[in-house]
């Protein structure tokens, strides 16, 4: 068939407007005619070549084992957590676009959503921040003592804290005291499982201690988290839905109260979405990282052991309560597997 300006016109547009489409609507196109149908294969097989849209410092892709018709699970990504109700989160991105021609995004930016989670605090004003008092420059106020030694240790036991610099301090992204504010710099792939559906694998040797990545997505008030969590449970029920809320609690140092964080990576989020249970309590462990001067915390993974090439990252969502209906089948496999997933209480 001669190739007309017109089909060149629609192949260009197709490689513009498909990247933002879900994959429902992708079908859909594709079904239409064949230049958009094999501009829709591009799309999908790019956004399987990473599901960090370039965003990270390494693609990270998905591999489908299990020979499934899903090559990718649909989620918006961001790089670090958005304020789900104000300003609204967003509610569209493109993905798996031509990185040549369609170079929207850039991946050296700090967040594609800018994080409003900051708070008018103080910070620090070191010339550079140093973790421990060393030679002429004295210990950055914001460090904790366990920064650039995190042992990695508490799998399964709670979760740690830890603090960095933040918006207003004068260093810049670069500092030391921000190990946790560069996003994923390990490689990772993320692999299908017939029973637990996707999960997240290392792609390299990580050694234990080392920073894996946030737990990144839209940080929810507790009526709306709530809220969501009942619609997530039917779903989930049916076996529609792998649901990403998590709900961390942080004991106040007065030991007296405690706050709650909720953070729905369901449909915005990052690699962190994909990381599944293990009873045992799985080779992650959690901190809870809180800036110079933000509001909330933030929730983060660090290797609890060595972890070699291939291996799945896991951690504990918790403790199965066995005297509760409907709880979902735990397939983690390990050896203390209480044979159901933990549930959220809200
Ligand atoms: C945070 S998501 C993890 C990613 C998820 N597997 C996916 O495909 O998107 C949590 C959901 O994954 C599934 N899951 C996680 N760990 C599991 C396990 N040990 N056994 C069975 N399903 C698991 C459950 O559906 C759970 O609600």
Redesign the pocket.
């Known amino acids: 068939m001669r190739r007309t300006r017109g089909g060149a016109d629609l192949r260009q547009w197709a490689e513009l407007v498909l990247p933002w489409l879900p994959p429902p609507d992708l079908t859909a196109a594709a079904c239409t005619c064949k230049a958009l149908s094999r501009v829709a294969k591009s799309v999908s097989s790019r956004r399987a070549s990473d599901a960090a849209r370039g965003l990270e410092r390494h693609p990270i892709p998905f591999l489908d084992p299990t020979g499934d018709d899903q090559p990718y699970?649909y989620f918006l990504y961001t790089r670090f957590p958005v304020l789900a109700l104000f300003p609204p989160a967003p509610s569209a991105q493109p993905w798996g676009g031509d990185p040549d021609k369609n170079r929207i995004l850039d991946a050296s930016s700090l967040a594609v959503f800018a994080s409003p989670i900051t708070g008018s605090g103080a910070g620090c004003g070191c010339n550079v921040c140093a973790p421990l008092a060393v030679g002429d420059y004295g210990r950055c106020p914001c460090s904790s003592p366990k920064m650039g030694s995190f042992s990695g240790s508490n799998a399964g036991n709670g979760t740690d804290l830890m603090t960095e610099c933040g918006t207003n301090c004068s260093c810049g992204v670069e500092c030391v005291n921000r190990l946790t504010q560069r996003g994923v710099s390990v490689k990772l792939r993320i692999v299908k499982d017939r029973?637990?559906?996707?999960?997240l694998h290392a792609a390299q040797f990580i050694r234990r201690g080392q920073f894996v990545c946030e737990y990144a997505g839209e940080f929810l008030t507790t009526e709306e988290a709530r809220r969501r969590q009942r619609t997530y449970d039917e779903l989930?029920c049916g076996g529609r839905l792998?649901?990403?809320l998590l709900v961390v609690r942080e004991h106040l140092p007065s030991g007296k109260a405690c706050l709650r964080v909720n953070v729905d990576a369901t449909k915005v989020g990052n690699v962190a979405?994909?990381?599944?249970?293990?009873c045992d309590g799985g080779n992650l462990s959690t901190v809870l990282v809180r800036n110079s001067g933000s509001l909330l915390p933030r929730l983060c993974f660090f290797a609890a052991k060595d972890v070699v090439d291939g291996e799945e990252l896991s951690f504990s969502y918790g403790v199965a309560d066995l005297t509760k209906q409907g709880l979902?089948?735990?397939?983690?496999g390990s050896s203390c597997c209480v044979g159901r997933?933990p549930s959220e209480e809200t």
């Open positions: 699970s029973k637990k559906g996707w999960g989930a792998h649901p990403a979405r994909f990381v599944n249970h293990s979902l089948p735990c397939f983690c997933l």
